[in-house]
């Protein structure tokens, strides 16, 4: 018993004292719109993305969290837009987002009725900036800056 509850102690620790690991999405449809989510819990329009589940790759988690979100089906992976470590970027934990520009297409539809109210595609003239969920206002800058051709890490 002792033996379960130092593993058990440890795998806490681990959770709780080091950042989680995410994907945020930029999913661009043939026409050029990007696709926000509609979130529940903050009631604003964010970008698509999720945590890496135990056991999964980065490519596997684009996939299911693309489809679980938006219903949309990853066609590519386009560039790595940034890194976006610091610790209050989101609320809810200390997690570290890696922004990827997708390629996507199909018909959208939220599948995660939990955790998305709503899945919308804007023209990038018509992206309601100012009030994005956590900093994916920053990404979305980072993402449409013509300068920004390597990644940022921040």
């Not at 903050?42 to 490519?59: A, C, F, N, R």
Request: proline share 5%; aromatic share 6%; charged share 25%.
């Amino acid at each position: 018993m002792k033996r379960h509850w130092q593993f058990i102690s440890a795998v806490l620790k681990i959770i709780f004292r080091h950042p989680i690991l995410g994907v945020t999405l930029v999913p661009v449809l043939p026409n050029g719109d990007i696709v926000l989510v509609y979130r529940r819990d903050t009631k604003q329009w964010s970008l698509p993305g999720g945590m890496v589940d135990w056991g999964e790759d980065i490519p596997t988690t684009i996939e299911r969290e693309l489809k679980e979100e938006t219903g949309l089906d990853l066609v590519t992976m386009g560039r790595l837009v940034g890194i976006y470590s610091a610790h209050d970027r989101d609320p809810r934990l200390h997690s570290i987002s890696i922004l990827i520009e997708t390629q996507v297409t199909g018909e959208m539809m939220v599948k995660d009725t939990w955790e998305i109210l709503d899945v919308k595609a804007f023209s990038k003239e018509n992206l309601p900036l100012g009030n994005l969920a956590h900093d994916h206002d920053r990404q979305i800058q980072d993402y449409l800056s013509e300068n920004n051709l390597s990644p940022k890490i921040c």
